[in-house]
């Protein structure tokens, strides 16, 4: 089958309401892959780097939540995908297919520091082939690491279930003893499962089936709040070349002066004396009252700052209903990120330093690295 022939499938894979546990309090009311970034859901931005590759036919969202949870976010994109984002799956793709092997591998070189947090891998630096995987490694291997992002042939399904069927046949070769026998009669062993990084990328690497394919874009993995803003910042960064008319404008005359890059939700309402950015993006029916001062944050649906500064930073504020809310203070200060959960009210006068306090809370007090449960 030629390639304009050829029909392409793409699986996200977006976990469940067991995991992401990090993640909290801002996962506590909205699934972890509906949470905004750059004012869009955090799936949507592989989902529309999903509509550039040619030939796509179906993607799919796999997961643990409930079908419920997604149905109002998929209705709302099924008919078109407004936003690209910096995904290089077509090149990707045509990389994949020159190779020739079963799989290719989005990678990118990290600092020697940091590589021991994800799966090191070596590959052939003519070639681009697999040639050593490893998951985490106690020692370091390489700075190149896995993106957790692959192109695969269907021939994939055949290496999984190879590897599925030899974990049932040493399952029926094990000795059972005459007390597990008698203490559990129905229990067997677990063979239904394929872990992709210890069972398939190892055991393929330097046999010519596995390639990679090097990014240059940003790459974050987010497994906490804090992470996500720096996230929401590059992407943020990115929508001047990809999405110019997502970013706000304003010089302060008729509307916020706006400094930077900022998303504002077209049901938001700013107060033309506010100063926003750099790196802000404002949900849905925010309200942002009278000569309020934003910079590094991201304000989900519903918040509301009534007027003054925010309090996530040094100095007087006003009374405000908030919603959840990051913020990084300033780099120089060494202020931190401040997390607000859904529902938290700060009084007057009241400042929030590098701390996370849960929902439904109120503050009266300031506080700084603290966790308010």
């Known amino acids: 089958m030629s390639s304009s022939e050829?029909?392409?499938?793409?699986?996200?894979?977006?976990?469940?309401?067991?995991?992401?546990t990090r993640f909290r309090p801002l996962s506590l009311d909205i699934p972890k892959p509906l949470f905004p970034l750059a004012g869009q859901p955090m799936?949507?931005?592989p989902?529309?780097?999903?509509?550039?590759?040619?030939n796509l036919t179906q993607i799919y969202l796999v997961g643990f939540y409930e079908e419920r949870e997604f149905a109002l976010y998929v209705s709302s994109i099924s008919n078109e995908l407004k936003v690209s984002v910096s995904f290089p799956l077509p090149e990707m793709l045509e990389a994949h297919r020159a190779y020739g092997g079963m799989g290719t591998i989005l990678v990118i070189k990290v600092s020697a520091e940091s590589a021991s947090q994800f799966g090191e891998l070596v590959a052939d630096p003519d070639t681009n082939e697999l040639l050593h995987y490893t998951e985490k490694p106690e020692t370091f291997v390489s700075d190149q690491i896995n993106c957790g992002v692959y192109v695969f042939t269907p021939e994939i399904f055949t290496a999984i279930q190879g590897v599925s069927s030899q974990r049932k046949d040493r399952a029926n070769l094990r000795r059972v003893s005459s007390f597990e026998a008698l203490q559990f009669p129905t229990r067997s062993l677990l063979t239904d499962y394929v872990r992709l990084d210890q069972d398939i990328l190892s055991p393929l690497a330097g046999k010519k089936q596995l390639y990679t394919y090097e990014t240059m874009d940003f790459w974050e993995q987010i497994k906490t709040?804090?992470?996500?803003?720096?996230?929401?910042?590059?992407?943020l960064?990115?929508?001047?070349?990809?999405?110019p008319h997502l970013l706000a404008g304003g010089d302060g005359s008729n509307s916020a002066f706006i400094e930077g890059d900022v998303y504002i939700h077209p049901s938001a309402k700013v107060h033309p004396t506010a100063?926003?950015?750099p790196n802000v993006?404002?949900?849905?029916n925010a309200r942002i009252g009278p000569g309020a001062r934003l910079k590094k944050k991201m304000l989900l649906s519903f918040i509301q700052l009534l007027g003054g500064s925010p309090p996530l930073v040094d100095g007087p504020v006003s009374r405000q209903v908030v919603y959840p809310v990051i913020a990084e203070g300033d780099y120089n200060a060494k202020l931190g990120v401040t997390i607000l959960g859904e529902g938290?009210?700060?009084?007057?006068?009241?400042?929030?330093?590098?701390?996370?306090?849960?929902?439904?809370?109120?503050?009266?007090?300031?506080?700084?690295?603290?966790?308010?449960?």
């Open 281 to 284: 993006s404002i949900s849905a």
């Open 6 to 20: 050829e029909r392409v499938v793409a699986v996200i894979m977006v976990g469940g309401p067991t995991k992401g």
């Open 237 to 243: 960064a990115q929508f001047q070349f990809t999405s």
């Open 344 to 373: 938290v009210t700060v009084e007057d006068e009241v400042v929030v330093i590098n701390s996370i306090v849960l929902p439904y809370k109120t503050l009266d007090v300031s506080v700084q690295d603290e966790i308010i449960l």
């Open 47 to 54: 989902i529309s780097a999903c509509k550039k590759i040619p």
């Open 275 to 277: 100063k926003i950015g």
């Open 43 to 45: 799936v949507h931005h």
């Open 225 to 235: 709040p804090g992470i996500s803003l720096k996230c929401s910042g590059l992407y």
